[in-house]
T-cell receptor, first 115, second 113 residues
Framework: DTGVSQDPRHKITKRGQNVTFRCDPI?????LYWYRQTLGQGPEFLTY????????KSRLLSDRFSAERPKGSFSTLEIQRTEQGDSAMYLC?????????????FGPGTRLTVT | AQSVTQLGSHVSVSEGALVLLRCNYS??????LFWYVQYPNQGLQLLLK??????LVKGINGFEAEFKKSETSFHLTKPSAHMSDAAEYFC???????????FGGGTRLMVKP
């Protein structure tokens, strides 16, 4: 049984560049979540999917951010025109569908540094 | 909207001493409550959860937490700290099963030999 995986683990980019992160959830999990964690803070919710449908987006998710889960399996999070304030750890989590389980299982995260 | 407050961003205990990490929440509906642990440069690992039923819940690594509705609290305890418990601990709440988590700011636990 493999857990949630994320790729890459680290990304350094220059301001203004676009970046894309990938998350592979636990295989039988229907729900997939993205969170952002800045240094010394708790994770903050960005968005989540039920299968391929994006059900909720945080106000933190500006127009420069877009997330997809095209086939209801892996997901990508893209940040366009990165800014230094985007530097953070981006965490992905997955869980079973509603009524089937409450806990979310987290991946190791992708640490983004914008220079 | 729900929120979580963790009192004490840093807690230091001696090895073998009691660990107590505080968490208070606000929620307009009965909450689901969680404690997660995070080691440096890693993701979050679930320690324990409260959904319904027994208010004292036991988790991994000897941790437990008690849901107290009247105090809107969900404090995490461990009778005897080990060096390996040194990490960041996060309390989180959700208002529906499978819904987004709202996290507290975290408490860094340091264990002195």
């Amino acid at each position: 049984d493999t857990g949630v995986s994320q790729d890459p683990r680290h990304k350094i980019t220059k301001r203004g560049q676009n970046v894309t992160f990938r998350c592979d959830p636990i295989s039988e999990h229907n729900r997939l979540y993205w969170y952002r964690q800045t240094l010394g803070q708790g994770p903050e919710f960005l968005t989540y999917f039920q299968n391929e449908a994006q059900l909720e987006k945080s106000r933190l998710l500006s127009d420069r951010f877009s997330a997809e889960r095209p086939k209801g399996s892996f997901s990508t999070l893209e940040i366009q025109r990165t800014e230094q304030g985007d530097s953070a750890m981006y965490l992905c989590a997955s869980s079973l569908g509603p009524g089937q389980g409450h806990e979310q299982y987290f991946g190791p995260g992708t640490r983004l540094t914008v220079t | 909207a729900q929120s979580v407050t963790q009192l004490g961003s840093h807690v230091s205990v001696s090895e073998g001493a009691l660990v107590l990490l505080r968490c208070n929440y606000s929620s307009s509906v009965p909450p689901y409550l969680f404690w997660y642990v995070q080691y440096p440069n890693q993701g979050l690992q679930l320690l324990l959860k409260y959904t319904t039923g027994a208010t004292l819940v036991k988790g991994i690594n000897g941790f437990e937490a008690e849901f107290k509705k009247s105090e809107t609290s969900f404090h995490l305890t461990k009778p005897s700290a080990h060096m390996s418990d040194a990490a960041e601990y996060f309390c989180a709440v959700s208002v529906r099963a499978g819904n987004m988590l709202t996290f507290g700011g975290g408490t860094r636990l340091m264990v002195k030999p």
